[in-house]
């Protein structure tokens, strides 16, 4: 689950981790008092209008302005506040900005990059560091990897000193700034370990003019596996303006869904198979339209939500259901197939393939449907013939 940047500093707040002063405004007058209530406090004219939306790369889109004056930090609001915000995160279709956090200025000294993820080959929480901050950190992997700093947390004893010290010589830090960044990477990692973060990152985390090293954006993704943990403080915290519609109502009958850019849409039970099926589907020169797994257990209702759900997309032009009953029942699958063909009234050519528990009976539900369902006997086929149909249909 991805969160606002505003959302994620007064989480690092309450871990202590220094960043700058704050007010989330949701309408331009909002943004222009909380402008004025900074100025006060700070003493200083600078403030900065952000776009809070749940992607990347704004302020190269124009989403993010340094203004001087609660005057320009009225006039950045009404050109940031409604806009369609469209960055590399984003995609071409862009976002509506809802909301703005306006900000005090600081005076920046040095820019860098630092951020915590998990590591899946080594089981163990990584920490990348670089002097390329406030820049794609995409771009300087793979033009000047050399420039990203790794180590590894060894979730048996912490983060350890030497490692602390590494990151602070390898960032060129002073020694007044060493001490101040050795407190607030203690702190990431706490926050990140506690709150079963999948990314916390600072980009950029900065140094003052006083030595002080303070995170001048953040970004917190939480573990979706951990939200039986956290599910008030989460709840509290998403944003479902910021979600696909099709993802939110998914979720309420416990569907995996993500879309995709394609053309064909998956129903299938199980990550591993869904990730199988859009393989087979791109090695016989078709596009998955979506990611759907409906689980081991999913119902009749489930199977038919998943149909409509699939359906919603005006890109699809074929759906292929690739099935393994193992816990789930090929019967029960096949039966909400044809009630969701007919109750749906499909107009885009359906595949089916279907493999175990009552294969048999499903099957059977399916030839004597009298819908024009389209059987395969292996994912090999199904997919082949999916690309197909939906080829000629389109």
Known sequence: MKIHEYQAKSLYQKYGIPTPKGILALSIAEAKEA???????????????????????????????????????????????????VTHQTGPEGKEVQRLYIEQGLEIATEMYLALAIDR???????????EGGVEIEKVAEETPEKILKVFVDPAIGLMPYQTRQLAFGLGLSKKAQKSFAKLLSKLVDLFVAEDCSIAEINPLVVTGDEDVVALDAKVNFDDNAEFRHRDLWESLKDLSEEAPTETEAKKYDLSFIQLDGNIGCLVNGAGLAMSTMDTI??????????????????????????????????????????????????IVATGVVNATRNLGLKVPLVVRLEGTNVEEGKKILAESGLAITAADTMAEGAETIVALAKAGA
């Open 121 to 131: 080959e080594s089981r163990r929480v990584a920490i990348m560091a670089s002097t």
């Open 35 to 85: 402008a004025k209530k900074l100025i006060a406090e700070t003493g200083s004219e600078v403030v900065v209008v952000k776009a809070q939306i749940h992607a990347g790369g704004r302020g190269k889109g124009g989403g993010v302005k340094v203004v001087k004056g609660a005057d320009a930090a009225e006039a950045a609001a009404k050109e940031i506040l409604g806009m369609t915000l």
């Open 282 to 331: 791109k090695h016989f020169g078709g596009e998955p339209a979506n990611f759907l797994d409906v689980g081991g257990g999913a119902t009749e209702e489930a199977v038919t939500k998943a149909f409509g759900i699939i359906l919603e997309s005006k890109s699809v032009r074929g759906i292929f259901v690739n099935i393994f009953g193992g816990i789930m029942q090929c019967d």
